[in-house]
Each structure stands twice: as C-alpha cells, then as structure tokens.
T-cell receptor, first 108, second 115 residues
Framework: AQRVTQPEKLLSVFKGAPVELKCNYSYSGSPELFWYVQYSRQRLQLLLRHISRESIKGFTADLNKGETSFHLKKPFAQEEDSAMYYCALNWSDYKLSFGAGTTVTVRA | NAGVTQTPKFQVLKTGQSMTLQCAQDMNHNSMYWYRQDPGMGLRLIYYSASEGTTDKGEVPNGYNVSRLNKREFSLRLESAAPSQTSVYFC??????????????FGNGTRLTVT
C-alpha cells in the first residue's frame, strides 16, 4: 500500500542555517511527489513538484527512487520559512496521500 | 478571484447534531475534494468528485456524505456528528485529478468541534 512518512514532527533551526525535511514513501508504481506548505493564517499551497526539478523560495527536492525519498532542502533558512510542510504522493488520478507534516521554526 | 471558499470557518456541534460544510471554487476546476486534518496524521481524503455528477469515497468516508451540486460547489454533510469527527476540514479543487499538471488548490479550512 502507498504510504508517506515524515519522521520529524518538529524542526527548529537558526536563521541562515541549512534545513532539511525528510520524506520517505512506499509505492510500487511510478511516484508523483509534491511538497505543500501552510504558512501561519494562510491556506495550504503547493511548494514543489518533483517533475519540475525547480527551486522555489530557495527550496529544492530530489526524488531518490533507490532510497524512496523526496527530502526538501534549503541551504540558508529564513524566518519566513517557518511553516508546516507536507510531503504528498499522488498514487491514483484523484488520490493524494499526505505525510503527517513537519512544523519548521526558524529562529533569529 | 477568491479560489476555494469554505463556510463556515468555525463550528461547534453537540453529539448527534447534523451540519453541512459548504465549498465553492471559481477556477472552473473539474475535480473537488474533502480532506480532514488531524494532529500527527496529516490530511486524509474523505470524499472526492472527479467531475460534476460523480462522487467517490476516499480513505475515511464513514460518517460523511457529499453532494456535487454543480461544477462550482461540493458540500460535505455530517448526519450525526460524533466526537471523533472533531477536526479541521479542508476543501480542495484541481483542474483534473491531482497530478503534476493539476495540483490541488485548498480552501482556508473549517475547524469543527463536536462535544
């Protein structure tokens, strides 16, 4: 069965430090993976999709099929990066499985 | 362009009461979804509507019903609320499915407490 695991519930980093949010998935098919973000008092929104291989707000995420991972990284965290981050796996046309989420706090 | 609009924002119910959560989108999207968000469990799909006129069960449909009223609107009904349904409910829409070419757009959520 498909599953998304985010092992860290909370992550606290200092401003300017690197940040990495872990995401592992289990799925027998070809995965489509996303990172969604929810800033305080804002709606959940798409941050990254693996197929784009783009950098958004300084964040990147690489799909590693061998390790079944899709970790989110940013080399220098900013205070505005404080948010809840969800990793998600699209395993069927209309079914997206979300991880439990990681709350990131960036301290000055 | 409001995107996805949910009402109400907050609701408190007593066990056994019923209510309907409303959702509307103005992006001409074909697909709509209802998720619930619980601490430590992420978002779980309750029901979805691939297109106008169709609805299907998601991961946790028990205790809920849905109606795709038209292309814009997708409502979620709790017929007899239970404390286990205390959660934050999110409506979402997408052009088609939830693939890379069609990411989900979320509403602001409804915080429901059942006492």
């Amino acid at each position: 069965a498909q599953r998304v695991t985010q092992p860290e519930k909370l992550l606290s980093v200092f401003k300017g430090a690197p940040v990495e949010l872990k995401c592992n998935y289990s799925y027998s098919g070809s995965p489509e993976l996303f990172w969604y973000v929810q800033y305080s008092r804002q709606r959940l929104q798409l941050l990254l999709r693996h197929i784009s291989r783009e950098s958004i707000k300084g964040f990147t995420a690489d799909l590693n099929k061998g390790e079944t991972s899709f970790h989110l990284k940013k080399p220098f965290a900013q205070e505005e990066d404080s948010a809840m981050y969800y990793c998600a796996l699209n395993w069927s046309d209309y079914k997206l499985s979300f991880g439990a989420g990681t709350t990131v706090t960036v301290r000055a | 362009n409001a995107g996805v609009t949910q009402t109400p924002k907050f609701q408190v119910l007593k066990t056994g009461q019923s209510m309907t959560l409303q959702c509307a989108q103005d992006m001409n999207h074909n697909s709509m979804y209802w998720y619930r968000q619980d601490p430590g469990m992420g978002l779980r799909l309750i029901y979805y509507s691939a297109s106008e006129g169709t609805t299907d069960k998601g991961e946790v449909p028990n205790g809920y019903n849905v109606s795709r009223l038209n292309k814009r609107e997708f409502s979620l009904r709790l017929e007899s609320a239970a404390p286990s349904q205390t959660s934050v409910y999110f409506c979402a829409s997408s052009e088609r499915g939830g693939s890379h070419n069609s990411p989900l757009h979320f509403g602001n959520g409804t915080r429901l407490t059942v006492t």
